[in-house]
């Protein structure tokens, strides 16, 4: 989460996975993936730097955490007597 600020001083924390989009005009404006816009007192450079220390931060917790040491996920080829993948045929219209 990242925190901005209302036009009102009041502080909000706002998950920079669903910003669609930031655009001033003059106002900085952020428009949401669910249509929501919120209007911050924070420039969009300030919101850019802000994103991006949000995915720097995520990036430098999941290389501070341990390797996994379990099974790893891996094509497994079908078994001798079945037959491999086949080319799909496509659907007329009407057919399910």
């Keep these: 989460m990242i925190v901005v600020t209302r036009l009102n001083?009041?502080?909000?924390a706002v998950n920079p996975d669903?910003?669609?989009?930031?655009?001033?005009?003059?106002?900085t404006t952020l428009v949401m993936v669910g249509g929501?816009?919120?209007v911050?007192?924070?420039?969009?450079?300030?919101?850019?730097e802000l994103v991006a220390g949000y995915r720097a931060l995520v990036?430098?917790?999941a290389?501070?955490?341990?390797?996994?040491?379990g099974q790893h996920l891996s094509l497994v080829p079908?078994?001798?007597?079945?037959?491999?993948?086949t080319t799909a045929t496509p659907l007329r219209?009407?057919?399910h």
């Design 40 to 48: 911050v007192r924070e420039s969009l450079a300030d919101v850019i």
């Design 9 to 12: 001083g009041s502080r909000f």
């Design 36 to 38: 929501t816009t919120y």
């Design 93 to 95: 219209p009407g057919q």
């Design 78 to 85: 079908p078994p001798e007597d079945e037959p491999g993948p």
């Design 59 to 61: 990036l430098a917790t």
């Design 18 to 27: 669903l910003i669609e989009r930031v655009q001033e005009n003059p106002d």
């Design 63 to 69: 290389r501070g955490l341990p390797t996994f040491e």
